[in-house]
């Protein structure tokens, strides 16, 4: 008979992690049969936002501000990508009715329900992508994780890659001259808000005049 001091056992710790990992695998599961059973995306899917990853998500103004200005930016059949910005997803989705196809790209792997209209992505990484996605976008939407030279640097690989036409990058105001200078982007008098208040001033920058197109 074997000793079952020999047995792997896990500490109370890595048990309780993997415990965690499984919970949010089921409950990522459920909410991915639920929309698969509906044949359609009917709610918004907002998890806790994530401090460690950066994530804040916008206010409803916010939200339906640039749910508008999208509507507005597509013509039917055209593309656009929302670059770590999940909050917009369904809203803009919802707005299209399948006019036009909508992509999320994301660090964040709970939003692999969203299923085919999920694609990985790392700013670590920015030209690690689907191989047919090479300037395909009529509009890239951003809000790049981290206000820093490096974020907003790999980020902007990314951005000129996929775009083909309009571009819109939402980010702290000490960015406006990083933003302006990699992607020639002009401020927008429009300010993106978030359901929490955070310390830094963010703004949104544009290739084109979205101010008018909110007017």
Not at 19 to 44: D, G, H, P, V, W
Not at 125 to 145: I, R
Not at 156 to 174: F, M, N, Q, R, Y
Request: glycine share 2%.
């Amino acid at each position: 008979m074997e000793d079952d001091d020999d047995v792997p056992t896990l500490s109370s710790e890595t048990f309780a992690a993997l415990q965690e990992f499984y919970a949010e695998q089921r409950k990522r599961q459920e909410i991915l049969e639920k929309l698969e059973s509906k044949q359609q995306l009917t709610e918004n899917i907002i998890f806790e936002e994530n401090w460690q990853l950066s994530q804040f998500w916008y206010n409803e103004s916010t939200v339906q501000s640039l749910v508008k200005v999208v509507d507005k930016c597509l013509q039917d059949g055209e593309k656009v990508a929302l670059i770590s910005c999940p909050t917009l997803f369904v809203p803009v989705k919802r707005q299209l009715e399948n006019r036009a196809r909508v992509n999320l790209l994301e660090y964040d792997r709970r939003f692999e329900v969203h299923g085919i209209d999920f694609i990985f992505y790392d700013y670590n990484e920015p030209m690690k992508l689907p191989s047919d996605l090479g300037h395909s976008f009529d509009l890239v939407v951003a809000d790049p994780p981290f206000l820093s030279e490096e974020c907003i640097t790999k980020t902007s690989e990314t951005i000129k890659h996929l775009a083909k036409d309009k571009i819109i990058v939402c980010t702290g105001a000490i960015m406006k001259e990083h933003v302006e200078k990699l992607l020639n982007l002009k401020q927008c008098t429009f300010q993106p808000q978030h359901r929490n208040n955070l310390a830094n001033e963010f703004s949104c920058y544009a290739n084109f005049d979205l101010d008018s197109v909110l007017r």
